[in-house]
Each structure stands twice: as structure tokens, then as C-alpha cells.
């Protein structure tokens, strides 16, 4: 890793740490080989606080190993690729995934992708998959765990209003960029942004994070990757449900 993007990379993990205040839970142990870290957005795409609170849990965890996260290909569509490549991002493919694992390194997916990154405020308590399976198939063909990473209070950074899916579909990015939202929100500095904020770099407003690891977890016997994906999403859920009862948005 560049020494210049290593510092930033840890910068930027240190003033999560501290201006959000972030608390991080483990439910987990040790590991013997990679597994597949499977996380929820808070809010963004290149710029989402879950990825760095994400990052600072891992940090914690001290893996014996590389880790690799796996990011929406519009990085590299936008020419920002090569800087995330050198902070251990790959663009989202199961090829990436595959090669990853074969060189030993842990890997990190957010399977929401956009659906879950640009969900509307009403929504921010939701861990929103859209139905994708394609980890739990990863994880099933390379024979690795899961270990589910969930953090909450992102989604109080800024007013996300819409998730702007229709004027996605209309203007066919979902076509052209592989985006299926086009979030309309109110955020620092940009005021009222049309799909900018998430992709350009915002000032969140000061909200608590809390991070919590869960348990690795195998499929089960028999299970495929539809009911595998379908546990992990519920674990998950429920988890961020506890995590948010009776929370008190930016305060925690």
C-alpha cells in the first residue's frame, strides 16, 4: 500500500473513531483461514462511514492476513480505481472474490450495493440485500465462513429523502453505470443534491456509530445459497434492530 494513502486510510479510520465516537462489539473469535466479511451500507458509495467503521473493526480484530474489499465498479468508471486498489479495494465480481481467496486474504462484500447505500432516512435501520445471494454462493463455493458486520447510525449523517430508483431507471444508469438509485438529499456542504452526495465527499453530521462483529457462521447442511443469504440477512437485521431500539438519531 502507498505510505500516502496508508496514513489517509488511517486518518480517515481515526476521525471515525473519534468524531463519530465509534463503539465496536465483537460476537467472534479467532479465525483459521479467510473468511467472507459481509457488511451493511450506512449511506454512499465511495464515501460511506460503514466502510471505514467497517475498516476500524478489522483493525481490532488484528487479522493475520490481507484483506480485500470488493467496491462498486463505479470507482474505476469515475477514475478513481487505482487509488482504492491501493487501499486493498478490487471492483465487486465474484472473479475478484475467487482470485482474493486464492492468494489467502480475507475478503469484505457489501451486497446491498446501491439499493443499500442510497436508502431513503425512513429506511436507515434496514439492511436492504434486494434479494442477492451471489455471497452466500462465494462463500459456499470457496468452502470459507461468514462473518457478519453490522454497523448502525450512519444513516443519520445527513436527510436522505428519496432514493431517487425511478429517476435512476429513467435516465438509465442503471444501464450505463450498473446504479439503481439516485439518492435526493440534504447534507453539508451541498445543501439539496441530486445523486452527487455519496460519490462526492460530504461532511457528516457528528451521529454515534456502533459497530458490532458477529459470529462466523457455515451453511448448513444441504442449505443453498438462497436460505444461506436469507440467515445471514436476518441475523443481520435483527442485530441492527437491538442495536437501534430505542435510539436517539445523532446521540445514539
Same mark, same amino acid.
Given at each position: 500500500?502507498?505510505?500516502?494513502?496508508?496514513?489517509?486510510?488511517?486518518?480517515?479510520?481515526?476521525?471515525?473513531?473519534?468524531?463519530?465516537?465509534?463503539?465496536?462489539?465483537?460476537?467472534? !473469535?479467532?479465525?483459521?483461514?479467510?473468511?467472507?466479511?459481509?457488511?451493511?451500507? +450506512?449511506?454512499?458509495?465511495?464515501?460511506?462511514?460503514?466502510?471505514?467503521?467497517?475498516?476500524?473493526?478489522?483493525?481490532?480484530?488484528?487479522?493475520?492476513?490481507?484483506?480485500?474489499?470488493?467496491?462498486?465498479?463505479?470507482?474505476?468508471?469515475? #477514475?478513481? +480505481?487505482?487509488?482504492? !486498489?491501493?487501499? +486493498?479495494?478490487?471492483?465487486?465480481?465474484?472473479?475478484?472474490?475467487?482470485?482474493?481467496? !486464492?492468494?489467502?486474504?480475507?475478503?469484505?462484500?457489501?451486497?446491498?450495493?446501491?439499493?443499500?447505500?442510497?436508502?431513503?432516512?425512513?429506511?436507515?435501520?434496514?439492511?436492504?440485500?434486494?434479494?442477492?445471494?451471489?455471497?452466500?454462493?462465494?462463500?459456499?463455493?470457496?468452502?470459507?465462513?461468514?462473518?457478519?458486520?453490522?454497523?448502525?447510525?450512519? #444513516?443519520?449523517?445527513?436527510?436522505?429523502?428519496?432514493?431517487? !430508483?425511478?429517476?435512476?431507471?429513467?435516465?438509465?444508469?442503471?444501464?450505463?453505470?450498473?446504479?439503481?438509485?439516485?439518492? /435526493?438529499?440534504?447534507?453539508?456542504?451541498? #445543501?439539496?443534491?441530486?445523486? #452527487?452526495? +455519496?460519490?462526492?465527499?460530504?461532511?457528516?453530521?457528528?451521529?454515534?456509530?456502533?459497530?458490532?462483529?458477529?459470529?462466523?457462521?457455515?451453511?448448513?447442511?444441504?442449505?443453498?445459497?438462497?436460505?444461506?443469504?436469507?440467515?445471514?440477512?436476518?441475523?443481520?437485521?435483527?442485530?441492527?434492530?437491538?442495536?437501534?431500539?430505542?435510539?436517539?438519531?445523532? /446521540?445514539?
Amino acid at each position: 500500500m502507498d505510505k500516502a494513502l496508508g496514513a489517509f486510510r488511517r486518518r480517515a479510520i481515526e476521525f471515525v473513531r473519534r468524531y463519530n465516537r465509534l463503539q465496536i462489539d465483537f460476537e467472534t !473469535e479467532t479465525f483459521n483461514g479467510p473468511v467472507l466479511f459481509v457488511a451493511n451500507h +450506512g449511506f454512499g458509495g465511495i464515501f460511506d462511514l460503514n466502510v471505514l467503521a467497517t475498516g476500524a473493526a478489522l483493525e481490532d480484530l488484528a487479522l493475520d492476513r490481507p484483506v480485500t474489499f470488493l467496491t462498486h465498479q463505479l470507482a474505476w468508471t469515475l #477514475g478513481v +480505481g487505482p487509488l482504492v !486498489e491501493q487501499l +486493498g479495494a478490487r471492483p465487486a465480481s465474484h472473479e475478484s472474490a475467487r482470485q482474493a481467496f !486464492e492468494e489467502g486474504h480475507h475478503v469484505v462484500v457489501f451486497p446491498g450495493g446501491d439499493l443499500d447505500a442510497f436508502k431513503p432516512f425512513s429506511d436507515r435501520n434496514q439492511v436492504i440485500f434486494g434479494g442477492r445471494s451471489g455471497f452466500a454462493r462465494l462463500a459456499l463455493e470457496q468452502q470459507v465462513p461468514i462473518v457478519p458486520v453490522v454497523t448502525a447510525g450512519a #444513516g443519520e449523517s445527513l436527510l436522505v429523502l428519496a432514493d431517487g !430508483e425511478r429517476l435512476a431507471r429513467v435516465l438509465r444508469l442503471d444501464k450505463l453505470f450498473r446504479m439503481k438509485a439516485l439518492p /435526493i438529499s440534504l447534507s453539508l456542504p451541498w #445543501g439539496l443534491s441530486v445523486g #452527487g452526495v +455519496g460519490l462526492l465527499p460530504y461532511l457528516p453530521l457528528p451521529t454515534k456509530l456502533r459497530t458490532r462483529v458477529l459470529p462466523a457462521t457455515q451453511a448448513r447442511p444441504g442449505e443453498d445459497a438462497e436460505l444461506f443469504a436469507k440467515r445471514i440477512h436476518t441475523a443481520m437485521q435483527d442485530a441492527l434492530t437491538e442495536m437501534t431500539d430505542n435510539r436517539r438519531p445523532l /446521540i445514539g
